[in-house]
Structure formats: C-alpha cells, structure tokens
C-alpha cells in the first residue's frame, strides 16, 4: 500500500531552520520525481519544491535561495532544509510522487514561523 510519512515540522521563529522528512512506501521510490507541497489556511495546495530521480531539483520563486530539497533513494525518503523561515511560509507540508497519487495524501508536517 503506497503511504507517505511526513516529519520534521513545527514551530520555529523567523530567521529559523527545520528540516521535514517524508518517508514513502508501496512505490518504487527510486524511479520517482517526488515533489514537497504546502497548503496554508483557507488557501489551495501549492507545489514547493521538486526533486527528480536523477537528483536534479526545481523550487518555487518564494522558496528560491532558502529550501533545499534532496532524497536518499536507499531509504525511500526525500527532505526539505528550510532555512530563513518567513511567517508566509506557515503551512501544512505534504510530501507526493509527480504526479501526485491523489488518493494517497498524508497527514503533512505543520510548520509555525511565529515570532
């Protein structure tokens, strides 16, 4: 059964880091572009960061410069480093394949930047 396991969130204040894990199964994870979301309140789910088999990445023009997403396929899991936080950077995080097994959504890692 295909599941992904986000980490890594809470509450940091701006300026700050957090590093979120996402941890998949029931895909082969290695063959996989895997894509980092974020939905914040009363707002659509919008595409972060992405990171392609191959290991090359591609971000957000908000997220550009301060997230770095990488994987280790040996593990089946894909990161996100957020560093220099923004208080509009609050939001659910979710982690999915590209494209997105719809079906499939985890429960997301919450992230708080909140002086």
């Known amino acids: 059964q295909v599941q992904f396991v986000e980490s890594g969130g809470g509450l940091v204040q701006p300026g700050g880091s957090l590093r979120l894990s996402c941890a998949a199964s029931?895909?082969?994870?290695?063959?996989?572009?895997m894509d980092w979301y974020r939905q914040a309140p009363e707002k659509q789910r919008e595409l972060v960061a992405s990171i392609t088999s191959g290991g090359s990445t591609n971000y957000a023009v908000s997220v550009k410069g301060r997230f770095t997403v990488s994987r280790d396929n040996a593990k089946n899991t894909v990161y996100l480093q957020m560093d220099s936080l923004k208080i509009q950077d609050t939001a659910v995080y979710y982690c999915?394949?590209?494209?997105?097994?719809?079906?499939?959504w985890g429960q997301g890692t919450p992230v708080t930047v909140s002086s």
């Open positions: 999915n394949t590209a494209p997105p097994l719809t079906q499939y």
């Open positions: 029931g895909i082969i994870f290695s063959s996989y572009r």
